[in-house]
């Protein structure tokens, strides 16, 4: 599945990954986003060799349109030992929140991301890549049960 982080961003769009994409915009569950023009914020590539999941993007990634664009992305950035440059290139790193979408603001925090909408949507995106980093105790179950224990990320791995 060739992917971007939205339209017009300058990557390659296959008919496949665009129906995908138009598909999630389409979905009930997200019309006021669409109504709002707002895309959803994930990133994923064919050649894609780690797939990070963690949960749904914050307000300032939401605003730059840019997942992990905050502190906790240069925190996650620098544990995994990889370079911005690494980290944002779909065909290397792919970035699936649990949410494509920020949720809005709770009482100490972001909301959770809204539940089912990983288990909708992150299907297929799995079986592209070769290791798995789930960020997060709510984003574990999304990691494929034969990718469980299969390869450790290596900090510093050349991907």
């Not at 008919?15 to 669409?34: S, W």
């Not at 944002?88 to 009482?107: C, I, K, N, S, T």
């Amino acid at each position: 599945m060739n992917g971007a982080c939205h339209q017009g961003d300058g990557f390659d769009m296959d008919k496949d990954f665009l129906a995908i994409f138009n598909a999630i915009k389409a979905d009930g569950a997200n019309a006021d986003y669409t109504k709002r023009g707002i895309d959803p914020l994930y990133s994923v590539g064919a050649g894609a060799r780690i797939v990070v999941i963690g949960q749904a993007p914050g307000a300032v990634a939401e605003e730059t349109r840019i997942p992990w664009n905050d502190k906790s992305g240069e925190r996650l950035r620098d544990w995994l030992g990889v370079s911005r440059e690494t980290f944002y290139d779909p065909e290397r790193v792919a970035l699936l929140p649990m949410d494509f979408y920020f949720p809005g603001h709770g009482r100490s925090g972001d909301l959770p991301p809204r539940k089912g909408f990983a288990e909708q949507w992150h299907p297929g995106a799995h079986a592209q890549c070769s290791a798995h980093c789930a960020c997060g105790r709510i984003c574990r179950p999304q990691v494929p049960a034969s990718q469980e224990f299969g390869q450790p990320y290596n900090r510093g791995a050349r991907l």
